[in-house]
Nanobody, 112 residues
Framework: QVQLVESGGALVHSGGSLRLSCSVS????????LAWYRQDEGKRTLVAQI??????YYAHFVEGRFTISRDNAKSALYLQMNNLEPEDTGIYYC???????WGRGTQVTVSS
């Protein structure tokens, strides 16, 4: 079956960096666009997405600070998060676009 497993979340100070990873199995990884979402106070918001061809898109509130990337050979999705702010706190989920497949999330907490 399809599985998505996120990792890399942690507690960091404001201005710090984290790298999130999402390992995907059970699906033709290279054929799909992929996305990172953040859930905070019950609301899930798109953070960044990357097409099957590698074209990225960023929400305005992370542009210039976050970088999304993918490694099709490893069936892995990444999110490099720099200059973190307390507002970036939340549970980060990996999603295979145009499907109902989600990971269980990884917690990111940024202290001020």
């Amino acid at each position: 079956q399809v599985q998505l497993v996120e990792s890399g979340g942690a507690l960091v100070h404001s201005g710090g960096s984290l790298r999130l990873s999402c390992s995907v199995s059970g699906i033709d990884f290279s054929a799909f666009g992929l996305a990172w979402y953040r859930q905070d106070e019950g609301k899930r918001t798109l953070v960044a997405q990357i097409s099957s061809g590698g074209n990225p898109y960023y929400a305005h509130f992370v542009e210039g600070r976050f970088t999304i990337s993918r490694d099709n050979a490893k069936s892995a999705l990444y999110l490099q998060m720099n200059n973190l702010e307390p507002e970036d706190t939340g549970i980060y989920y990996c999603n295979i676009m145009s499907t109902g497949y989600w990971g269980r999330g990884t917690q990111v907490t940024v202290s001020s």
